[in-house]
């Protein structure tokens, strides 16, 4: 028989956002989070989310390196339009050896609150190719590590230029968070021991093609999903493409093809199978509409 909830106090059902018992809520969901059974490719975009929403950014990005000379291993941002996507497919390599990886981790990441928010930050040219198109100006940095100590990312959060610079006590909070979500990928803990269970469909997106493969439209909750059933690797940024590049390797091919077909309507099914989920990839041709331009 279930039982009813201690009443709560009026001073704590009222608590700000940045409440103690707030703060420690979201700590223990960040460490939940970290010992669900996926590797962080699975878990970071959605701890990233988190992260970001309590230091009240504009948008977030996490890039995961390996070995002693903290290579690039793969790359992930909540928000990328075309621009910016053809920008860092140009010019990644640059960025990589100009941001002082070394320093971050030295600094714990507070070299970067200080070099953006130098005056002379706005020619840099990641600020001038990229973030000013989205409108953001300040930078926080914070390396994350993995079960031997060693690096495993950097995770960046932005803020627009009418928002208040990262704070020590910003910095100290992600700290926090850091600590709570413990070494990624570390393979141990409560939850990572669960017994095999069925899987739900958890949530679907719409793309939208022209027959050319050229993308014409895609819902907000794609680009996480993309990112996922692409096995993303730096350098290739196809879970961001505006075409049908973005579709995972196993189902571009195939789909392409069948795409080309001449027949209208219809519906194929193609899936992909990964650690973190079944992916579904169901195709519907789109009949003819009057008036349209030929070829679309």
């Keep these: 028989m279930p039982v009813n909830p201690a009443p709560v106090p009026l001073s704590v059902a009222a608590a700000s956002n940045s409440s103690p018992l707030r703060v420690r809520a979201w700590l ?71 941001v002082p990886l070394r320093a971050m981790v030295q600094s714990d990441g507070d070299i970067i609150r200080q070099v953006t928010s130098r005056p002379d930050y706005v020619h840099n040219p990641l600020h001038a190719g990229v973030l000013i198109t989205y409108g953001v100006r300040w930078v926080c940095c914070l390396p994350f590590f993995g079960a031997q100590g060693n690096v495993h990312g950097f995770l960046h959060l932005y803020r627009a230029e009418h928002q208040p610079l990262f704070s020590d006590d910003d910095q100290a909070l992600l700290r926090r968070a850091r600590t709570a979500v413990g070494p990624i990928d570390r393979g141990h803990g409560p939850y990572r021991q669960l017994p095999p269970a069925h ?52 189902v571009r091919a195939p789909m392409q093809a069948w795409m080309k077909e001449s027949v209208a309507g219809g519906s194929r099914t193609w899936t992909v199978e990964m650690t973190w989920g079944t992916f579904e990839f169901i195709a519907d041709r789109m009949l003819p509409v009057a008036g349209a331009p030929a070829g679309s």
Excluded: K
């Design 28 to 98: 223990d969901h960040l460490r939940v989070m970290s010992e669900l059974p996926y590797p962080s490719l699975a878990l970071m975009p959605s701890i990233v989310a988190l992260l970001r929403e309590r230091l009240d950014a504009v948008f977030a990005s996490y890039g995961w390196v390996h070995g002693e000379q903290l290579e690039p291993e793969a790359f992930w941002v909540e928000r990328i339009h075309e621009s910016a996507m053809r920008w860092f497919q140009e010019h990644f390599r640059e960025v990589h050896d100009d």
């Design 199 to 250: 899987r739900q469909r958890v949530s679907s997106a719409r793309l939208v093609f022209d027959r050319h493969g050229r993308m014409r439209s895609r819902t907000e909750n794609a680009l996480p999903m993309l990112f996922l059933a692409n096995v993303p690797r730096m350098g290739v940024l196809d879970w961001a493409c505006f075409d049908t590049q973005v579709l995972p390797e196993a």
